[in-house]
């Protein structure tokens, strides 16, 4: 058993103080505020629970500040993406995925959701291996001490009746039911988006998920909506509906274009929402309606998806300012309401994660409250000011992955210089 000590901390009913942590096997045993640090470890700052990564491509890390010479838009920036898709193996996926799985750790992250869809060699022939690119996901994620969910996606088009081609080769299969057959092992499922799975491959996929979760990029630009619409006479919402996508264990990526009638369909069905507004900033993709759909039954989660910023607090700050932008209004989500799409585990199939309470994994971030960024700053008002350079520890499982703002894998810089540099 180990125990830990912090002056302030967010448990499931709002800010506490003096609080005991005790952890045996991994999980909380007993958690007590009003209590003296007698000789348990003492945390610095604030506790809040493990952060939850709902969206990440990891190789996409190898983009950042690199795509912003010429402008450009969302897709010209997929070109780029693609040429750094096109150079990965198993080996040099695993270095990159090592380190940038570190950097979310040092941000606070303990548990990621992976949109996997590097699936084969180039030009789509299978590696010797059918999972080496999933089990390189697996070993990344092991030695930077986080949790993942690796969502095994379905790609089989280049874009509404066009087929794979080039780069886009090694993401696909031959057809839905050869996808299903190699993602039975995965964690989740996804649809990489209406795009990229023709219409009568989605019924497929929504059964092949069986209860795990299924996650799918929805409605990001606009002319993926114009193009569903010219396609099929319906939305992408819609086209999900109709084919039995949407449900509790359905996570929309983005969700940024939604009509009204959209908004109510992804509520009724209580299906998530995974906002990454980070990138959809970076992309250029709009504000979709973040408050629209919790308020229509849609929970809301937080991803960095592209990883152009690798700071889960500031896409949790972010939820609430692009909000006040797009609306005029302050305070349209309550501190608490981010905390929980910070801490939403659902996404991921770890209900059991993201509380400071007994019987949960014991997953937790102190983040400090005396840095340049952080000082005089109200626990309670945390997620308003301070960044991922102010995560202090992160306990997963009760055990630290990062200390004193150290990862256990040493200097993380290093190793992304050495992983992005080996792709170039
Ligand atoms: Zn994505």
Same mark, same amino acid.
């Given at each position: 058993?180990?125990?830990?000590?912090?002056?302030?901390?967010?448990?499931?009913?709002?800010?506490?103080?003096?609080?005991?942590?005790?952890? #045996?096997?991994?999980?909380?045993?007993?958690?007590?505020?009003? #209590?003296?640090?007698?000789?348990?470890?003492?945390?610095?700052?604030?506790?809040?629970?493990?952060?939850?990564?709902?969206?990440?491509?990891?190789?996409?890390?190898?983009?950042?500040?690199? #795509?912003?010479?010429?402008?450009?838009?969302?897709?010209?920036?997929?070109?780029?993406? /693609?040429?750094?898709?096109?150079?990965?193996? $198993?080996?040099?996926?695993?270095?990159?995925?090592?380190?940038? /799985?570190?950097?979310?750790?040092?941000?606070?992250?303990?548990?990621?959701?992976?949109?996997?869809? &590097?699936?084969?060699?180039?030009?789509?022939?299978?590696?010797?291996?059918?999972?080496?690119?999933?089990?390189?996901?697996?070993?990344?994620?092991?030695?930077?001490?986080?949790?993942?969910?690796?969502?095994?996606?379905? /790609?089989?088009?280049?874009?509404?009746?066009?087929?794979?081609?080039?780069?886009?080769?090694?993401?696909?299969?031959?057809?839905?039911?050869?996808?299903?057959?190699?993602?039975?092992?995965? +964690?989740?499922?996804? &649809?990489?988006?209406?795009?990229?799975?023709?219409?009568?491959?989605?019924?497929?996929?929504?059964?092949?998920?069986?209860?795990?979760?299924?996650?799918?990029?929805?409605?990001?630009? $606009?002319?993926?909506?114009?193009?569903?619409?010219?396609?099929?006479?319906?939305?992408?919402?819609?086209?999900?509906?109709?084919?039995?996508?949407?449900?509790?264990?359905?996570?929309? &990526?983005?969700?940024?274009?939604?009509?009204?009638? +959209?908004?109510?369909?992804?509520?009724?069905?209580?299906?998530?929402?995974?906002?990454?507004?980070?990138?959809?900033?970076?992309?250029?993709?709009?504000?979709?309606?973040?408050?629209?759909?919790?308020?229509?039954?849609? $929970?809301?989660?937080?991803?960095? +998806?592209?990883?152009?910023?690798?700071?889960?607090?500031?896409?949790?700050?972010?939820?609430?300012?692009?909000?006040?932008?797009?609306?005029?209004?302050?305070?349209?989500?309550?501190?608490?309401?981010?905390?929980?799409?910070?801490?939403?585990?659902?996404?991921?199939?770890?209900?059991?994660?993201?509380?400071?309470?007994?019987?949960?994994?014991?997953?937790?971030?102190?983040?400090?409250?005396?840095?340049?960024?952080?000082?005089?700053?109200?626990?309670?008002?945390?997620l308003y000011a301070a960044t991922a350079a102010?995560?202090d520890t992160v306990l997963v499982d009760g055990?630290?992955?990062?200390?004193?703002?150290?990862?256990?894998?040493?200097?993380?810089?290093?190793?992304?210089?050495?992983?992005?540099?080996?792709?170039?």
């Amino acid at each position: 058993m180990s125990t830990f000590w912090a002056a302030a901390a967010h448990l499931p009913d709002g800010l506490a103080a003096d609080v005991t942590f005790q952890v #045996t096997d991994g999980r909380f045993t007993a958690v007590r505020p009003d #209590t003296a640090p007698g000789d348990a470890r003492r945390l610095p700052g604030v506790v809040l629970p493990g952060f939850a990564n709902a969206h990440s491509h990891a190789f996409h890390r190898a983009l950042r500040g690199r #795509t912003h010479g010429g402008g450009g838009t969302f897709w010209t920036w997929r070109e780029a993406m /693609y040429a750094v898709a096109a150079r990965l193996d $198993p080996d040099s996926y695993r270095a990159l995925a090592t380190a940038a /799985y570190a950097e979310m750790a040092l941000a606070g992250v303990t548990a990621v959701a992976e949109f996997h869809y &590097v699936h084969h060699a180039p030009g789509g022939v299978p590696y010797s291996d059918p999972h080496a690119m999933r089990t390189a996901l697996r070993t990344a994620a092991a030695a930077a001490g986080i949790r993942l969910t690796v969502l095994d996606t379905c /790609y089989l088009a280049g874009g509404f009746a066009t087929p794979l081609e080039g780069p886009q080769l090694r993401f696909g299969d031959r057809d839905a039911h050869a996808w299903a057959e190699r993602a039975a092992g995965a +964690d989740g499922v996804a &649809v990489h988006s209406v795009r990229a799975v023709p219409r009568d491959a989605l019924a497929v996929v929504a059964k092949a998920a069986d209860g795990r979760p299924l996650h799918v990029h929805l409605s990001e630009q $606009p002319a993926e909506n114009a193009a569903c619409l010219a396609r099929h006479g319906l939305t992408p919402t819609g086209l999900l509906a109709a084919e039995g996508v949407l449900g509790p264990r359905t996570t929309a &990526v983005h969700a940024t274009h939604l009509t009204e009638a +959209d908004v109510a369909q992804l509520g009724g069905s209580g299906t998530g929402a995974c906002f990454c507004p980070t990138t959809e900033r970076d992309l250029a993709d709009g504000i979709g309606p973040a408050r629209a759909l919790q308020d229509a039954g849609a $929970p809301l989660s937080l991803g960095s +998806d592209q990883h152009a910023v690798t700071d889960l607090l500031e896409e949790a700050r972010a939820l609430e300012m692009h909000e006040r932008l797009a609306t005029g209004e302050r305070g349209r989500f309550r501190p608490a309401e981010l905390l929980a799409a910070l801490t939403n585990h659902d996404p991921l199939g770890r209900p059991d994660a993201g509380r400071l309470a007994v019987g949960a994994p014991a997953d937790l971030v102190a983040v400090r409250l005396d840095t340049v960024r952080t000082a005089g700053t109200d626990p309670a008002q945390v997620l308003y000011a301070a960044t991922a350079a102010d995560v202090d520890t992160v306990l997963v499982d009760g055990r630290p992955v990062v200390e004193g703002g150290v990862h256990r894998l040493g200097d993380v810089g290093a190793l992304l210089v050495s992983a992005i540099g080996a792709l170039r």
